[in-house]
């Protein structure tokens, strides 16, 4: 079983930046592709970005690309979302999620689906 817990969220104004941490248990982080989904109100739950494995390929949703960046320390067990220039769409809460499965394609990291263990979720808003 793994556990996630996120921190990081909070209020922002436009163009501003914040950085989102994943905790992580279990012995081997190392070996699970680690992704942040986010969910704005009345809105259904939408990949940002995932991360592969360590040295894997990550992925990242059109809507974040160039803005955001994933990254993990396996020696923390905890995955980061950096997001640079923030706009009002970007809030939502956003959610850790964890698989040790592997998929051939792109496109099937982008679904909920695809992945095991989720986060409690943390509240990003940002002001215009």
């Known amino acids: 079983q793994v556990q996630l817990v996120e921190s990081g969220g909070g209020l922002v104004q436009a163009g501003g930046s914040l950085r989102l941490s994943c905790a992580a248990s279990?012995?081997?982080?190392?070996?699970?592709?680690m992704g942040w989904f986010r969910q704005a109100p009345g809105k259904e739950r939408e990949f940002v970005a995932v991360?592969?494995?360590?040295?894997?390929?990550?992925y990242y949703a059109d809507s974040v690309k160039g803005r955001f960046t994933i990254s993990r320390d396996d020696a923390k067990n905890t995955v980061y979302l950096q997001m640079n220039s923030l706009k009002p769409e970007d809030t939502a809460v956003y959610y850790c999620?964890?698989?040790?499965?592997?998929?051939?394609?792109?496109?099937?990291?982008?679904?909920?689906?695809?992945?095991?263990?989720w986060g409690q979720g943390t509240q990003v808003t940002v002001s215009s």
């Open positions: 999620a964890a698989t040790p499965r592997y998929y051939n394609s792109g496109y099937e990291w982008y679904g909920s689906g695809a992945y095991d263990y």
């Open positions: 279990g012995r081997t982080f190392s070996t699970y592709a």
């Open positions: 991360d592969i494995w360590t040295g894997g390929s990550t």
